[in-house]
């Protein structure tokens, strides 16, 4: 990924540019002019350029972005947790971005999704051809944003992760060592990706967009070995101080059972650095000793 030959700059534009997008953002710094938009931009990365809007408020976007973007991420999250907050984060924002680009032509916009438009939940496999008919609103919402992007009128893709784990997003590590969780076994399927692997997914294909290689419409990011959630939290509890579990302990998986196929994300050329639970984890414990 470098400068586009005989016009300008290579230009990024991270719209979200929170835990994940700053990471994502920060990453791509030093192969192209980097901008994250987010309200406050106090907390944007080093390196990258600061925009001060609100996806939510068209009026700050059009006179705020850039002028000839190459790619755009689309990396939001929920600012609340119901039905409404999805729909703003990830339908309303988007629209509103894609309305103020206008006729610009971007080389692709990357739109960040969830496995949870998925709603197998019987030990499954699923990849990018399975059925989403996600039962959840959040679901709902995220892919109505997929949608809204694919038919922007722009190259498009959407990027499905499964559950991001890592340094900065140890809750389900701390839960376990308070013994908050106590699956039953056999315990659902559960995937997931280490938050330094979901940053270089998302370069990987956004060198690979500016390099002029084809892109898929929809890529499924989980790392190669889908696990029941008991050897999980089994396989953590031998590996660190965990107390009793608890009376109350949740026994039971939060996103059904399905087995994620990551096979159309190695064969683009991805190698996973962690490539299950047991390295990522381990990487894990190790930086927080």
Not at 63 to 78: F, G, H, M, Q, S
């Amino acid at each position: 990924m470098a400068i586009t030959e005989n016009t300008h700059p290579t230009k990024i534009l991270v719209a979200g540019c929170g835990k994940l997008g700053g990471r994502i953002a920060q990453a791509l710094v030093g192969r192209a002019q980097v901008f994250g938009l987010r309200r406050d931009i106090r907390r944007i990365p080093s390196g990258v350029t600061g925009i001060a809007a609100d996806l939510s408020r068209p009026g700050s976007l059009r006179p705020a972005l850039p002028d000839a973007l190459d790619v755009v991420i689309y990396c939001l999250t929920p600012s609340q947790y119901d039905e409404a907050g999805y729909r703003t984060a990830y339908v309303t924002g988007l629209r509103n971005l894609i309305d103020a680009l206008g006729s610009r032509p971007l080389t692709r916009l990357l739109f960040i999704s969830s496995t949870s438009v998925y709603a197998q939940h019987h030990d499954e496999w699923v990849d990018e051809s399975s059925a989403t008919e996600p039962r959840s609103f959040s679901g709902q919402q995220i892919l109505a944003g997929e949608q809204l992007a694919l038919g922007s009128g722009h190259p498009a893709t959407v990027v499905r992760f499964s559950g991001i784990y890592g340094p900065t997003r140890t809750r389900f590590l701390e839960e376990v060592r308070q013994g908050r969780v106590a699956p039953v076994s056999p315990a659902p399927f559960s995937n997931r990706i280490h938050e330094e692997d979901a940053v270089r997914v998302v370069t990987h294909l956004t060198a690979q967009a500016l390099n002029g290689q084809a892109l898929a419409p929809v890529y499924l990011a989980s790392d190669s070995e889908p696990a029941r959630l008991d050897e999980v939290v089994a396989w953590l509890r031998r590996q660190v101080p965990c107390r009793p579990p608890a009376e109350d302990a949740r026994q039971g998986g939060r996103a059904g059972s399905k087995r994620c196929d990551n096979r159309r994300l190695r064969e683009s050329g991805f190698e996973f650095r962690y490539p299950n639970y047991r390295a990522g984890y381990r990487q894990v414990i190790d930086s927080l000793s």
